[in-house]
Nanobody, 115 residues
Framework: QAQVVESGGGLVQPGGSLRLSCAVSGRVFRNRDMGWYRQAPGKERELVAGITTGGGTNYADSVKGRFTISRDNVKNTVTLQMNSLKPEDTAVYYC?????????WGQGTQVTVSS
């Protein structure tokens, strides 16, 4: 049974927006900091946005001011609103806990920013 399921990716033009969603299984969700990660071709997976159990957020410099992370502790979901997308945002996006131990990585959702 999948523990994290990401959705919402797609093809978008530069300057466009996408909203990613992640469903997370388990009661531990509300007690764990969550993050959105991405992995571009030929690069390592990186953390781009994190949210604490209390709703505090932090972002990688490359997405600050453009991406917004949020969570719903009732629905066990974490969302990433991405605005002003750039070609360099192209990657597979994943969600997982910020700190170890982490769930097995899901399949992710592909985001492609291209004209």
């Amino acid at each position: 049974q999948a523990q994290v399921v990401e959705s919402g990716g797609g093809l978008v033009q530069p300057g466009g927006s996408l909203r990613l969603s992640c469903a997370v299984s388990g009661r531990v969700f509300r007690n764990r900091d969550m993050g959105w990660y991405r992995q571009a071709p030929g690069k390592e997976r990186e953390l781009v946005a994190g949210i604490t159990t209390g709703g505090g957020t932090n972002y990688a410099d490359s997405v600050k001011g453009r991406f917004t992370i949020s969570r719903d502790n009732v629905k066990n979901t974490v969302t990433l609103q991405m605005n002003s997308l750039k070609p360099e945002d192209t990657a597979v996006y994943y969600c997982n806990f910020v700190h170890f131990p982490q769930y097995q990585w899901g399949q992710g959702t592909q985001v492609t920013v291209s004209s």
